[in-house]
């Protein structure tokens, strides 16, 4: 398969263990926030997502919890599983109101049996 | 679900060679980008569109132009490829212009320039 960044941070976990994965984001005025899971050869596909007047939002298995005031993102992935194994990277949105996202440039998480 | 579609998976070129890489989404949204994604930079944005007809320019628009001719579609054309243009090329696109919406990608063009 291809490699979508050969230099990335990489996060190796044991399958069922919870995964916390990062992200700084610049924009002190960003209002909106994706995380994207991207696998060998494929485009990214839109993991959860949260707006900047929350602080957590959960979905199936995963949770991101956003820190405005340090302006930290995380996502969190319950009982990591092989097919978790991904680029996971996260976007933030100026309020331009225009839907311009700045991505980061990944963590590579690699999940073991 | 939303479906975003480009044209090859992989393309190899030859330098001053014009090339077309074409996306189609099928969900009626008014947003299209295409992004560069190249190891250790992650995804940069070349052009996008909010609108038929309309084009804005990225942060990397040099050596590349854009077309949108129907909503769905959105053109990305190298008017004569260079080898520093070797790169995954992703289409994505959005619901609506002003809105905290997710971009939608399509499955990416590695394209190489010899």
């Known amino acids: 398969g291809e490699s979508v960044g050969l230099h990335l941070p990489t996060l190796s976990v044991q399958e069922g263990d919870n995964s916390i994965i990062n992200c700084a984001y610049s924009?002190?005025?960003?209002?909106?926030f994706i995380w994207y899971k991207q696998e060998s050869g494929k485009g990214p596909q839109f993991i959860i997502d949260i707006r900047s007047n929350m602080d957590k939002r959960q979905g199936q298995r995963v949770t991101v919890l956003l820190n405005k005031t340090v302006k930290h993102l995380s996502l969190q992935i319950a009982a990591t599983q092989p097919g978790d194994s991904a680029v996971y990277f996260c976007a933030e949105k100026g309020n331009t109101g225009f839907q311009k996202l700045v991505f980061g440039t990944g963590t590579r998480l690699l999940v073991s049996p | 679900d939303v479906k975003v579609t480009q044209s090859s998976r992989y393309l190899v070129k030859r330098t001053g060679e014009k090339v077309f890489l074409e996306c189609v989404q099928d969900m009626d949204h008014e947003n299209m980008f295409w992004y560069r994604q190249d190891p250790g930079l992650g995804l940069r944005l070349i052009y996008f569109?909010?609108?038929?007809?309309?084009?804005e320019k990225g942060d990397i628009p040099e050596g590349y132009s854009v077309s949108r001719e129907k909503k769905e579609r959105f053109s990305l054309i190298l008017e004569s490829a260079s080898t520093n243009q070797t790169s995954m090329y992703l289409c994505?696109?959005?619901?609506?212009?002003?809105?905290?919406?997710?971009?939608?990608f399509g499955p990416g063009t590695r394209l190489t320039v010899l």
């Open positions: 569109s909010y609108d038929v007809k309309m084009k």
């Open positions: 924009n002190s005025a960003s209002d909106y």
């Open positions: 994505a696109s959005s619901l609506r212009r002003e809105a905290n919406n997710e971009q939608f």
